[in-house]
């Protein structure tokens, strides 16, 4: 028997990888594009895509665990039609594949991104709605669409929890994710400005030992959100100049004018080659709720956050020592 896992080579699966190793898992990675972060790993390795329902059908084949984080992730306002393939009816394929193969339990990763989060006034929680209306983003309804494909699939017999990070940041951000980029560019002085408004925060290894636990303890069934705490970019801000000495922006946009100046932003940002990291979707997510609880993961997981503090200091360590930064840490 062996553990599967879909999306490895993301943020949240590089670091899920290891973990599982470490408690001795056989472990079997779903390949699609670049897996050479895993080169020196003891896993195996099966190519596939998780639109292609027959290669989930035979990768899925043996496994007593299937961990899904396959997906598309988007902070721009267009690709529906890809993340509605990817992040939508690629989840539907991995839960028939499970179906058909007597998974013991599927552990399903969607986003915080898939929860409704307004009115702000009122904390978001594992019963707030789905964010499926036409004024989210792309991303967020294609991830709310996966998690109704869940629920569908645990009506069918499939035993299956689900998980939603909040903003995760730490090490083993090879690619690197935005939340990564961001943090390099702080660090590099490179960005020009900030913007008001911020992310609840969580440490990728606390997402990772939330999952773990979630397979191991949940009902069948259970969702949980896995979060940290909110602080603005100012503050994340403050920490980078703190540990590198790097003097970050002076000028904090407001919202109305990022959101106004986004599409230019993002137009020149595509123009020059770069992933856009101030996007229209990305200003909605820094305007998004402060209040999101992890209670629920605290009393039945016994999910504990680390400080964000250390998951910053922590995560720069690691960019210096994988050579993505060079900078001298205090």
Not at 146 to 156: K, P
Request: aromatic share 6%; proline share 5%.
């Amino acid at each position: 028997m062996f553990t599967l896992v879909t999306g490895a080579s993301g943020h949240i699966g590089n670091n899920l990888v290891r973990a599982l190793l470490d408690e001795g898992r056989n472990v079997r990675i779903l390949t699609h594009h670049n897996s050479a972060n895993f080169d020196k790993l003891d896993i195996e390795k099966f190519h596939g895509d998780v639109r292609d329902a027959d290669s989930l059908n035979s990768a899925a084949k043996g496994a007593d665990t299937v961990y899904h984080l396959a997906a598309m992730v988007s902070i721009e306002s267009k690709g529906w039609d890809d993340l509605h393939s990817i992040n939508t009816l690629g989840t539907r394929n991995i839960t028939r594949a499970c179906l058909n193969n007597g998974v013991r339990r599927l552990v399903h990763f969607s986003s915080i991104d898939a929860v409704e989060q307004k009115p702000v006034n009122i904390p978001v929680n594992e019963k707030s709605p789905p964010a499926t209306s036409k004024k989210h983003p792309p991303y967020d309804r294609s991830k709310a669409a996966g998690e109704i494909e869940v629920r569908l699939a645990i009506e069918n017999g499939l035993n299956a929890v689900i998980v939603n990070p909040t903003s995760v940041i730490g090490p083993f951000d090879f690619h690197p994710s935005h939340q990564g980029q961001m943090l390099i560019s702080m660090a590099r002085g490179k960005l020009p400005a900030l913007v008001e408004g911020g992310f609840d925060w969580v440490d990728v290894r606390d997402v990772v030992f939330g999952a773990i636990q979630a397979e191991k303890l949940a009902p069948p069934g259970t969702k949980y959100i896995l979060g940290g705490r909110w602080a603005s970019l100012a503050e994340i801000a403050g920490i980078v100049e703190a540990a590198t000495g790097t003097r970050q922006p002076s000028f904090t946009c407001p919202l109305w004018l990022a959101s106004a100046g986004a599409p230019v932003v993002t137009a020149f940002d595509h123009i020059r080659g770069r992933r856009p990291l101030f996007t229209r979707a990305s200003i909605i997510a820094v305007n998004s709720n402060k209040n999101i609880s992890h209670q629920k993961a605290e009393s039945e997981l016994n999910y504990h956050p680390r400080p964000l503090e250390n998951t910053i200091c922590d995560t720069l360590v690691w960019m210096v020592e994988d050579g993505r930064l060079q900078v001298k840490l205090r």
